[in-house]
């Protein structure tokens, strides 16, 4: 069971009238529905990946993790795609959407005026008995203020305030996925750009050794098929660069529109190749209550929970008699005889829906299905989040495995090129020698710059397993739980 305490739904059947009449003008003090109490998620002691040396346990603040690369041009990257990226507007759009509909949410807490008026001027037809042309004006105004006896609208605001908290979530969620993405397109485009300076530097030291094979054949020393055999490699080795390019140009492509520009606006900024960021040595992180504490996408399915549960208060709200204070006043004149007539009322005034039960608590009961429907969608927030912490721990640590087994691999690659190749010009050796480490240095070069972007890669998908991100831009809050029952608190609060 991973939720203990998630939900206590509780209904009180409907009272009688006379108790509702005794609570007319007393202060609400029941709330329809269920009294929320947040999930207590239970969290496994640490993770089976955690304790390797390269990730240790401990308080961390990784808001800014981007800064540990020490790379000014993906900080740069950074702020400007939390800043322009059109995706994360258009999510602080949807921010500015809840707070409206808080604010209209609150707005239930008090009376409701309206004020008409109307003027008409009458002649009777045929006018042999009475020609007088006549006019007649009235205006008037209505109050009606709904008595939150039973927590219906305390409950709205409750729904609407949660709501919002959940849409700043999202909005923070996906800034912390905007983040982890710049990163890896920016990874991405220094691998692809490493993997093509060492394609050249590999190509050219292939044009030397088609040199030596043209020298030995010309010597007599060596066969055409030498040649040739050198030839083909130098051809197969700059096929590889278109690929490298289009994959360049893609990906400042897709890093300009991720930061909100037009493809192209960052080809003279980013072209000049510069190495893939290195990792730190050993990172630091809070294990595992980080996962529940920094990720904005299990604080976003809490209070989407939380949203639900007040929504089965108000359907079960309408189980009880709605008061309300109403008033009206009206002033009537014609001309130009001077009449005149003035008329008001005002009264408590209720309405109890008696032959509708069945229909209200069918609502209620579906209203309740879409709680449980929320809370389990929150617990598979949970196992998620756990899942990708887990695998990002596990990724991380054995992609600094591979990119350690890669440099030496390359570095081994490199000594048999040139060991062969000085055999092969002493004739000591068979060409085939050269061409097996030709191949094993170009592909190992080019999977050591890869592994190299993919290791940092795996390091900002890490930070955002953990929530990194999480609070590197101000997000709004919806006003505190205990200020639900003060409409003033509210109001004001909406206002700053």
């Given at each position: 069971m991973l939720i203990n305490n998630s939900l206590n739904i509780r209904h009180a059947q409907p009272k009688r009238l006379m108790l509702a009449a005794l609570l007319l003008f007393t202060p609400s003090c029941f709330r329809a529905g269920p009294n929320y109490s947040p999930p207590s998620p239970l969290l496994p002691a640490q993770f089976q990946q955690a304790g390797r040396q390269d990730v240790k346990s401990g308080l961390s603040d990784i808001t800014?993790?981007?800064?540990?690369?020490?790379?000014?041009?993906?900080?740069?990257?950074?702020?400007?795609?939390?800043?322009?990226?059109?995706?994360?507007?258009?999510?602080?759009?949807?921010?500015?959407?809840?707070?409206?509909?808080?604010?209209?949410?609150?707005g239930d807490w008090f009376p409701l005026g309206a004020a008409d008026g109307q003027i008409t001027r009458a002649k009777q037809f045929p006018a042999i008995t009475d020609p007088t042309v006549r006019t007649r004006s009235a205006v008037g105004f209505s109050l009606s203020w709904e008595l939150d006896l039973f927590g219906r609208v305390s409950r709205a605001v409750e729904s609407a305030s949660a709501a919002y908290e959940a849409s700043a979530e999202d909005r923070t969620a996906l800034l912390v996925s905007l983040y982890a993405e710049t990163a890896r397109i920016y990874f991405t485009l220094r691998q692809l750009q490493a993997q093509l300076e060492s394609a050249k530097s590999n190509i050219a030291a292939q044009r030397e050794i088609l040199q030596l094979t043209q020298s030995r054949f010309a010597s007599g020393l060596s066969s055409g098929l030498d040649v040739a055999q050198a030839e083909r490699i130098l051809a197969s080795s700059e096929a590889e660069l278109p690929n490298l390019r289009i994959g360049i140009v893609q990906a400042l492509n897709n890093?300009?529109?991720?930061?909100?520009?037009?493809?192209?606006?960052?080809?003279?900024?980013?072209?000049?190749?510069?190495?893939?960021?290195?990792?730190?040595?050993?990172?630091?992180?809070?294990?595992?209550?980080?996962?529940?504490?920094?990720?904005?996408?299990?604080?976003?399915?809490?209070?989407?929970?939380?949203?639900?549960?007040?929504?089965?208060?108000?359907?079960?709200?309408?189980?009880?008699?709605?008061?309300?204070?109403d008033g009206s006043f009206s002033y009537h004149t014609i001309s130009p005889n001077g009449e005149r007539d003035i008329s008001w009322s005002t009264g408590p005034f209720f309405s109890w829906p008696l032959l509708?039960?069945?229909?209200?608590?069918?609502?209620?009961?579906?209203?309740?299905?879409?709680?449980?429907?929320?809370?389990?969608?929150?617990?598979?927030?949970?196992?998620?989040?756990?899942?990708?912490?887990?695998?990002?721990?596990?990724?991380y640590a054995e992609q600094q495995t591979k990119v350690a087994a890669l440099e030496r691999s390359a570095a081994a690659a490199q000594n048999t090129l040139k060991l062969s190749t000085q055999l092969y010009a002493d004739g000591l050796a068979d060409f085939e020698n050269v061409l097996d480490a030709e191949r094993s240095v170009f592909v190992t070069d080019s999977a050591l710059e890869q592994a190299k972007g993919e290791l940092a890669v795996s390091l900002a998908f890490l930070y955002k397993a953990f929530g990194g991100g999480w609070g590197a831009a101000e997000t709004p809050t919806a006003p505190a739980n205990e200020n639900w029952k003060t409409p003033s608190s509210i109001i004001g609060g909406l206002r700053r």
């Amino acid at each position: 069971m991973l939720i203990n305490n998630s939900l206590n739904i509780r209904h009180a059947q409907p009272k009688r009238l006379m108790l509702a009449a005794l609570l007319l003008f007393t202060p609400s003090c029941f709330r329809a529905g269920p009294n929320y109490s947040p999930p207590s998620p239970l969290l496994p002691a640490q993770f089976q990946q955690a304790g390797r040396q390269d990730v240790k346990s401990g308080l961390s603040d990784i808001t800014h993790w981007w800064t540990v690369f020490g790379d000014p041009s993906l900080e740069h990257c950074i702020e400007q795609a939390g800043a322009q990226n059109l995706s994360l507007r258009t999510a602080q759009a949807r921010i500015e959407e809840a707070r409206a509909n808080l604010a209209i949410a609150a707005g239930d807490w008090f009376p409701l005026g309206a004020a008409d008026g109307q003027i008409t001027r009458a002649k009777q037809f045929p006018a042999i008995t009475d020609p007088t042309v006549r006019t007649r004006s009235a205006v008037g105004f209505s109050l009606s203020w709904e008595l939150d006896l039973f927590g219906r609208v305390s409950r709205a605001v409750e729904s609407a305030s949660a709501a919002y908290e959940a849409s700043a979530e999202d909005r923070t969620a996906l800034l912390v996925s905007l983040y982890a993405e710049t990163a890896r397109i920016y990874f991405t485009l220094r691998q692809l750009q490493a993997q093509l300076e060492s394609a050249k530097s590999n190509i050219a030291a292939q044009r030397e050794i088609l040199q030596l094979t043209q020298s030995r054949f010309a010597s007599g020393l060596s066969s055409g098929l030498d040649v040739a055999q050198a030839e083909r490699i130098l051809a197969s080795s700059e096929a590889e660069l278109p690929n490298l390019r289009i994959g360049i140009v893609q990906a400042l492509n897709n890093l300009a529109v991720l930061l909100g520009k037009h493809p192209g606006e960052l080809h003279q900024e980013l072209s000049t190749p510069r190495p893939v960021p290195a990792p730190p040595a050993s990172i630091v992180l809070d294990i595992p209550a980080s996962v529940i504490r920094r990720r904005p996408d299990v604080r976003a399915a809490e209070r989407r929970l939380a949203a639900q549960a007040a929504q089965v208060g108000i359907a079960a709200s309408a189980l009880y008699p709605a008061f309300s204070l109403d008033g009206s006043f009206s002033y009537h004149t014609i001309s130009p005889n001077g009449e005149r007539d003035i008329s008001w009322s005002t009264g408590p005034f209720f309405s109890w829906p008696l032959l509708d039960f069945a229909r209200i608590r069918a609502q209620v009961r579906a209203e309740e299905a879409r709680a449980k429907q929320a809370l389990l969608g929150y617990e598979q927030t949970v196992l998620d989040a756990l899942r990708e912490a887990e695998n990002a721990l596990a990724e991380y640590a054995e992609q600094q495995t591979k990119v350690a087994a890669l440099e030496r691999s390359a570095a081994a690659a490199q000594n048999t090129l040139k060991l062969s190749t000085q055999l092969y010009a002493d004739g000591l050796a068979d060409f085939e020698n050269v061409l097996d480490a030709e191949r094993s240095v170009f592909v190992t070069d080019s999977a050591l710059e890869q592994a190299k972007g993919e290791l940092a890669v795996s390091l900002a998908f890490l930070y955002k397993a953990f929530g990194g991100g999480w609070g590197a831009a101000e997000t709004p809050t919806a006003p505190a739980n205990e200020n639900w029952k003060t409409p003033s608190s509210i109001i004001g609060g909406l206002r700053r």
